[in-house]
């Protein structure tokens, strides 16, 4: 059977370099205690797929949404029924997918949807304690950066509260098929040990995201698209800030300055 053809609009570009494909699998359970429940998103031809199936600390199901990948997969590899599923990762449901068992996740992703890959992720924070995954370089830098950094953004508030986050290494664009525009970044993040954040966490993401959709302005000037009594946090030292020097914990605190100001009658 011949190669799978590019799809653009699935973000597919196939990683030839197999040193590479190894590094990352690698990366993942590296204690290789197992059997670790694991997810692999957009296996494609299964260039990381193939170093998955020689691992004993995992049990794994593959999801990829492009049907001619399913069936070259199906072609090249033995893979047990069940553990290839047709589909899209953003419409799954992550508790059904192992019977509501904890599961990793590996995977190059495709990176036109990443950020809604890991909006997905969040939503399920608890059943998933750890993902290895290629980005488009910028966005991994984005993840793993701290306050302070012209690149900290939205993303990076949600997943550093609940991860901790490390950028591995860079990949350059010619050990793809097609080569992508830019270069690709692979990170990894494992869950830190908050259940819960510290303060009420609706009113945290409303937040971070108001004060980040004005990301030039000073917290003074975006968190009045928020309704609380505003006079009360007028001279509070954040309001000089901008939301890329809030740290986690600063938002947390943040959060709950809001939180009593907006129930004070
Ligand atoms: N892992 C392969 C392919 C990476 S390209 C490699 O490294 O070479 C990204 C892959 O994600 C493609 O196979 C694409 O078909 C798949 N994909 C794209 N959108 C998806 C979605 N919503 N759910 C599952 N897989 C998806």
């Keep these: 059977m011949n190669q799978v053809k ?6 597919q570009h196939f990683l030839t370099d197999l040193s590479i494909a190894r590094k990352i699998c690698d990366a993942y359970n590296e204690e290789r205690v197992g059997k670790v429940n694991t997810i692999e998103i957009g296996p494609g031809m299964g260039v990381l797929s193939q170093y998955l199936f020689q691992r004993e600390d995992l049990r794994f199901k593959l999801i990829e949404i492009d049907g001619e990948s399913v069936e070259y997969l199906k072609e090249h590899f033995e893979i047990a029924e069940g553990d290839l599923l047709s589909a899209d990762f953003l419409r799954l449901d992550l508790k059904k997918v192992f019977g509501g068992e904890k599961f990793g996740v590996i995977g190059n992703f495709p990176y036109n949807i990443s950020s809604q890959i890991f909006f997905h992720i969040l939503e399920e ?4 304690p750890e993902v290895v995954c290629m980005l488009q370089r910028e966005v991994a830098r984005r993840l793993a950066s701290g306050p302070g950094n012209k690149d900290y953004g939205i993303l990076s508030v949600f997943l550093q509260a609940y991860y901790d986050i490390e950028y591995l290494f860079t990949v350059d664009e010619n050990v793809f098929n097609p080569p992508p525009k830019v270069k690709s970044g692979v990170i990894r993040l494992k869950r830190n040990n908050v259940e819960k954040l510290d303060c009420d966490e609706k009113l945290f993401r409303q937040v971070v995201k108001n004060t980040f959709n004005q990301r030039r302005k000073t917290i003074w000037n975006s968190i009045r698209g928020i ?13 000089k800030k901008r ?23």
């Design 6 to 11: 590019a799809k653009k609009n699935l973000g």
């Design 125 to 128: 924070k608890d059943l998933v």
């Design 227 to 239: 309704d609380f009594d505003h006079e009360g946090i007028r001279e509070h030292e954040f309001m």
């Design 243 to 265: 939301p890329e020097q809030l740290s986690v914990k600063e938002f947390i605190e943040l959060t709950n300055i809001v939180d009593r100001l907006r129930n004070k009658e």
